[in-house]
């Protein structure tokens, strides 16, 4: 398996594959063979229904790994099925012996990124809090930080926030693009005192969004409407509005990216 993952980072894809075939049929890394040449199938040759034939049966013959169920969890929750990837990551957690805080520590922050994306703000604060507490990881704190306190706001615990970004501006790493993004928005909160209707409107909007609840984030914006006249963000709204009308099928990555380099730096900034 070491000479499989060696050549996927080297740049050798047709290297890799190879070598994980031959591993898929150990008694020793078998499993693990199969995941990263799983993964392999999935994101980078697009073939969703051999990746997803392999974790199936992965899933039947490891009922007890929190590695199998977390990654099918990741999986599920990339395409849009989250309900899916909330049972997935609740087994993995569920399992016995699970002697892994850190993967445990990861799991509880997709966890709480499916929570937020179904606007379920409560578990949302509930499991980012408690990843942020319990991770010894530099990776996902500054936006799990960012998100904890959008959900801490739309729960009515307040007074919480500020300590939290106060805490987390420091981990904020140089030339992470999702950092900066958490920084800007936890930053512009310590200066401003709270989130505007816009913001409400936009945070929540975006969970659906990742759940692929198009219609009902552009329900939700144009609920705001009026709130956004009476800050003089009417022109984001329009803008907005088009984007989630024009992105219905178009990946959460692209997403993101228009989300994080042209609105929301525009809007910031006005």
């Not at 974790?55 to 169920?69: G, H, I, M, Q, W």
């Not at 926030?161 to 993004?181: F, G, N, Q, T």
């Not at 939700?220 to 009417?234: E, N, P, Q």
């Amino acid at each position: 398996t070491g000479s499989g993952i060696n050549a996927e980072y080297g740049g050798d894809r047709e290297i890799a594959e190879n070598n994980l075939v031959q591993a898929r049929r150990s008694v020793v890394v078998g499993r693990e063979a199969t995941l990263f040449l799983g993964l392999i199938k999935r994101f980078f040759q697009d073939e969703h229904v051999q990746s997803a034939r392999w974790l199936r049966r992965l899933e039947k013959a490891n009922a007890d790994s929190p590695l199998v169920f977390s990654l099918a969890g990741r999986l599920a929750r990339h395409d849009g099925r989250v309900a899916d990837a909330l049972a997935l990551y609740e087994r993995a957690l569920a399992a016995p012996h699970f002697d892994a805080p850190q993967l445990r520590a990861t799991i509880n922050y997709h966890i709480g990124q499916c929570h937020f994306a179904e606007n379920h703000w409560s578990a949302a604060a509930h499991h980012l809090t408690t990843f942020l507490d319990t991770t010894r990881g530099k990776i996902f704190r500054p936006f799990a930080a960012w998100r904890a306190g959008v959900a801490l706001w739309h729960t009515g615990k307040r007074d919480d926030i500020a300590p939290l970004y106060k805490r987390a501006l420091p981990w904020v790493r140089a030339h992470e693009s999702y950092d900066a993004y958490a920084a800007d928005r936890m930053a512009r909160f310590l200066d401003t005192g709270g989130f505007d209707a816009f913001e409400e409107a936009w945070d929540a909007a975006e969970g659906l969004y990742e759940a692929r609840e198009e219609r009902k984030a552009l329900q939700l914006l144009d609920s705001v409407v009026g709130a956004l006249k009476s800050i003089g963000k009417r022109d984001y709204f329009a803008q907005v509005s088009d984007v989630f009308g024009g992105c219905v099928f178009l990946t959460l990555f692209v997403a993101v990216l228009l989300l994080e380099r042209c609105l929301f730096a525009s809007y910031w900034t006005n």
